[in-house]
C-alpha cells in the first residue's frame, strides 16, 4: 500500500489557534453526537463513540463539551438532525476524492461542497463513480516520537502491530499508520495499547487501491482544494488517491 493520502487539516497540528480550534471543537461535536445517537452514550459499550470522545481529548476539547454532545445524541439535550454523508468528486490533475461530512441540511452542504469544487479547478462526480478506487480500512496512527525511546523501535512496534491484526503497515518519516480490517479496528487497538504503545488517531478511512502521480502545479492546487474543503463546517474528513 502507498500511503493513507488523507489530507493532514488543522486537525493534526499540535499548534492551534483559538479560532481553529473553535471549529475543530464544533467539527468533533458532532462526530460524537451521531456516535452516540448510534449506539448510545456509554463509550465503554459504543467503540464508535470510544474513539471519537479519546479523539476530542487529544484536542483539549472541554469535558462539558462533550458531555454536551454526549447528550444532544441520546436526546437528552435538544440537537440539530444530523447525519453522515460521503461525497465523491474529481480535483486538480483529475485525482480522485472522497468527502465525508455530517451535516443538518444535506442540500445545503451538496451546494457549499460543489461551489468549492468549482472555485479549485474540481468537479463533483457522481455517487460510485470514485468510490471503487478505495477500500474502506481501520487506520491506527502512531507517533515514534511520541513513544517512550527505551520501551520502543520501530522494528518492535512493526511487529507488534503484526502481531495485533495489522494487514499493512506505512511509514512517513516518524508517523506509522497502520492498517486493519475496519471490524477488527477496537480490538487491534487495544491490543497495541497493552502493550504500551501511545496511540495518536484510531479510525475507519478511505485507503486508495492506487495512487497517481501529478505536477508540482497541479499539486498545489490540490493543497488549495483541501483546504478550502477543511474549513467549511459539515466536511470531515478528505481522503484522495493523490501520491504522497
Known amino acids: 500500500m502507498s500511503g493513507h493520502s488523507h489530507f493532514k487539516s488543522i486537525k493534526h497540528q499540535k499548534d492551534i489557534a483559538d479560532a481553529k480550534k473553535g471549529k475543530i471543537f464544533s467539527k468533533m461535536a458532532r462526530v460524537i453526537t451521531i456516535a452516540a445517537k448510534e449506539k448510545g452514550g456509554d463509550p465503554e459499550a459504543n467503540a464508535k463513540l470510544k474513539i471519537a470522545v479519546e479523539q476530542a481529548k487529544s484536542f483539549n476539547m472541554p469535558r462539558e463539551n462533550i458531555d454536551r454532545a454526549i447528550q444532544k445524541g441520546t436526546g437528552e439535550l435538544a440537537g440539530e438532525n444530523l447525519e453522515e454523508v460521503v461525497f465523491e468528486a474529481y480535483g486538480p490533475g483529475g485525482i480522485a476524492i472522497i468527502i465525508e461530512g455530517i451535516v443538518d441540511n444535506k442540500n445545503r452542504a451538496l451546494g457549499d461542497v460543489k461551489q468549492i469544487l468549482n472555485q479549485q479547478n474540481g468537479k463533483l462526480a457522481g455517487e460510485g463513480s470514485v468510490r471503487w478506487m478505495f477500500d474502506r480500512k481501520g487506520v491506527i496512527t502512531i507517533d515514534f516520537k511520541s513513544q517512550v525511546s527505551s520501551l520502543k ?19 512517513d518519516n516518524d508517523i506509522l499508520d497502520i492498517y486493519t480490517k475496519v471490524e477488527n479496528l477496537e480490538t487491534a487497538k487495544k491490543t497495541l495499547e497493552g502493550k504500551g504503545l501511545k496511540i495518536d488517531s484510531v479510525k475507519p478511512a478511505w485507503i486508495a487501491k492506487e495512487t497517481v502521480e501529478i505536477n508540482e502545479k497541479e499539486k498545489e492546487s490540490c493543497q488549495k482544494l483541501f483546504e478550502a474543503l477543511d474549513e467549511n463546517d459539515t466536511v470531515q474528513d478528505i481522503y484522495s488517491n493523490l501520491r504522497a
Open 153 to 171: 523501535n520501530k522494528e518492535n512496534i512493526e511487529l507488534e502491530a503484526i502481531e495485533a491484526g495489522a494487514e499493512d503497515i506505512y511509514w
